[in-house]
């Protein structure tokens, strides 16, 4: 059907009349039409724009990286290619430079690391130059994430024959670049994600360390019981610690037994240990002593029972690496449930009161 | 898998696709669906992740709001700006975000500085590493504070509203967050504040905050 446009866009406007379409329709139905047309064309738009892909948020930066953690025990001479990735899960491009940051553990013990500025408390305070990430063959220093992209690399680390025996931590940080800006009163925030590397470069010397502070609240009302298992490893190089803690009654039985997590304990260093159940957030047990990990400011290790009474025995079995040397070591706690015994208590000088009132009615009759 | 030389213990993973390589011998493996994995070699051992946690996702960590455009301030009239880290360390067994600063708020021009905010009234009450109440408007500088959003992993010194503390200057680091054990989406919300005086030179002040999320060992 052949329109006349300038005829349309008058009667629009309503300067022209309608017979000059050659339509048999009236104003108002024609109106009607180009509005509903007009809403349908709006909600198609609408439906579109929904269903394109989220525009690119330049003021995010959201990263990922595994693993999150290398633990190498090596000899020397070596050359290790270790691989891993970068993930960038914004909508835009991210570039990112690349560094490595040598720390040191947080005297807390709870496994927090200080950031060092410098290699000179190394044993080879040059080794951070035989340690780089390559992308295939070529060694970088920085690098671009395409949206989305998730990016296999290698760590590496070439060792000559002659290099410094004992350990050396590192973080190794991908950082997200910021631009000059010269427009504004602003700050920019860079965003930095890392992997922590712990290299003992041997021979390794002999394990060897001690239990700092095994302890519990001497006396409980109730559990869970908060543990506090404090190890020093006094050894050259940092030592995996795996062990658990066993709880037995008044009888000797034994109760309970808390797993405790294989966590690394760096050279010269202490380290609280935790229980193996906070690694595992969605398990039922968590729920039971969520509550006692949120009391606690330090790390604990956590017996989740609730209904204690008398006195218990809690024997600490550690062991600081697969070859030991191992070490035990006993404390006893006392478990009071005052809510529980106020209740029977009262419970029963209620039952002595009433038996002694039925006695005495008894020999009145 | 195993003989005299080595011991091999591994997952059958798929995400990352390698080889782990010392002097004698060569492995492949591959990485990223069942675990962490052990690799253990004549002349060396290796752990990769976590051996206790069998998530293979990836430490995740990130932040919106990284532009922090304070406009225009006007003496005695703090500037509020918020960005919002959000934090996933599902294949790792707690984390700490560090944060720290390139330099005060500066014109490069000049090296005119909005110094760091002491905070208190009547003298200094916050320091890099100490919240303190900063509530008067006659009190200058730059600092910031933490909310929790999602979880509790916030400097727990931010106690209300009113308390901040400046950034530490690098090359030293200062934790905002800190997450003791496993977790998804923990998030938090990241105040800035900005209060300068009249004689306050004019300019446009700028510098870099670094936040780095790194898994606990």
């Known amino acids: 059907m052949k329109i006349d446009l300038i005829a349309l866009i008058n009667l629009i406007s309503k300067k022209a009349p309608i017979s000059k379409l ?6 108002d139905q024609l109106e009607i039409r180009i509005i ?26 959201d990263l990922g990286i595994y693993p999150p953690i290398f633990q190498i025990q090596t000899v020397v001479p070596n050359d290790i290619k270790l691989p891993f990735f970068i993930e960038n899960f914004q909508d835009a491009s991210v570039p990112l430079s690349i560094s490595l940051r040598p720390f040191m553990a947080d005297p807390d013990g709870n496994g927090n690391i200080i950031l060092q500025n410098d290699t000179s408390s190394f044993p080879d305070p040059f080794l951070p130059q035989r340690i780089q990430v390559s992308d295939g063959k070529n060694s970088i220093q920085s690098l671009i994430l395409s949206p989305k992209q998730k990016k296999s690399l290698i760590l590496e680390i070439n060792l000559p024959g002659n290099e410094a025996k004992g350990d050396y931590y590192f973080s190794l940080i991908f950082s997200s670049d910021t631009q000059n800006v010269n427009d504004a009163n602003a700050s920019q925030a860079s965003v930095g994600i890392a992997s922590n590397i712990l290299l003992s470069v041997g021979p390794l010397g002999e394990t060897k360390g001690y239990i700092e502070d095994f302890s519990a609240p001497p006396l ?11 190890v020093k490893n006094t050894s050259d190089h940092f030592i995996t610690v795996k ?13 309970g037994k808390v797993e405790l997590l294989p966590v690394n304990v760096l050279a010269n260093t202490l380290r609280r240990i935790p229980d193996s159940i906070q690694a595992d957030p969605n398990s039922k047990d968590y729920q039971k002593i969520k509550a006692e990990i949120d009391k606690n400011d330090s790390t604990v290790a956590i017996w989740p029972e609730k209904f204690l009474v008398g006195p218990y025995t809690a024997t600490l079995t550690l062991a600081l690496s697969d070859s030991g040397p191992l070490y035990k070591k006993d404390i006893i706690f006392f478990a009071f449930p005052t809510e529980y015994l106020l209740g029977i208590l009262i419970i ?16 009145e009759v | 898998m195993s003989n005299d030389n080595y011991i091999i213990q591994m997952g059958n993973l798929n995400s990352i696709a390698g080889a782990p390589t010392g002097s004698g011998f060569e492995l492949n493996y591959t990485v990223g669906q069942t675990g962490p994995g052990l690799y253990t070699g ?3 051992k290796v752990r990769a992740g976590f051996q206790y946690i069998s998530s293979i996702i990836p430490f995740r960590f990130s932040l919106t709001g990284n532009f922090i455009d304070f406009g225009s301030i006007d003496p005695t009239f703090p500037v509020l700006r918020s960005s919002t880290l959000t934090i996933s360390n ?17 014109v490069d021009a000049t090296g005119q500085e909005i110094p760091p905010t002491a905070c208190g009234d009547l003298g200094p009450s916050c320091t890099p ?57 923990k998030q938090a919300k990241i105040t800035y504040k900005v209060n300068i005086s009249g004689a306050q030179p004019a300019g446009l002040y700028t510098n870099i905050i670094n936040y780095i999320a790194i898994p606990k060992f």
């Open chain 2, 129 to 185: 590493t100490t919240a303190g109440p900063w509530t008067s408007s006659l009190t200058y500088g730059f600092g910031y504070r933490c909310d929790n959003v999602a979880g509790a992993d916030c400097d727990s010194q931010f106690t209300n509203s009113t308390y901040f503390k400046p950034f530490i200057s690098s090359p030293a680091t200062a934790i905002v967050m800190n997450g003791v054990n496993v977790g998804r989406n």
């Open chain 2, 42 to 44: 004549a002349n060396f």
């Open chain 1, 220 to 230: 409980v009302t109730q559990g869970p019981i908060p543990f506090t298992v404090k």
């Open chain 1, 348 to 363: 029963i000088i209620v039952v002595i009161f009433i038996v002694s009132r039925v006695r005495q009615k008894a020999r």
């Open chain 1, 22 to 27: 050659g339509l048999e329709i009236s104003l």
């Open chain 1, 36 to 61: 509903r047309n007009l809403i349908l064309l709006i909600l198609i738009s609408l439906i579109l724009s929904l269903k394109s892909p989220t525009v690119a948020n330049a003021q995010s930066v």
């Open chain 2, 90 to 106: 599902g294949s790792a067994f707690g984390y700490q975000v560090t944060a720290f600063q390139n330099h005060n708020l500066r």
């Open chain 1, 243 to 255: 062990g658990d803690i066993v709880i037995k009654n008044v009888f000797g039985q034994s109760i």
